[in-house]
């Protein structure tokens, strides 16, 4: 099937978290601690806060690293849709 074709949850999407521990900028016990933080907030009810948010405030990753993750994503998903 096409790539143009296929459902957008068919495609890889690399994830921040993924991403900032396979760049070093986070430990992976670090991602689980913030996306267990993000589910009780969820659960808790209080706003959803994204994992930059989250890494940043504990002071695990500077505004640059984020800025560089998100680099990384956005140009794996422009070459994946061909832009």
Partial sequence: MSAERRHPTERYCPRFGQLAV???FVTPEQLKQALSEQVDDNLGERP???LGTIFF???WMTPKQ???VLNVMFDQLKKEEGL
């Fill in 22 to 24: 396979k760049m070093g």
């Fill in 66 to 68: 984020i800025e560089e």
């Fill in 57 to 59: 405030e504990h002071g």
């Fill in 48 to 50: 959803h806060r994204i």
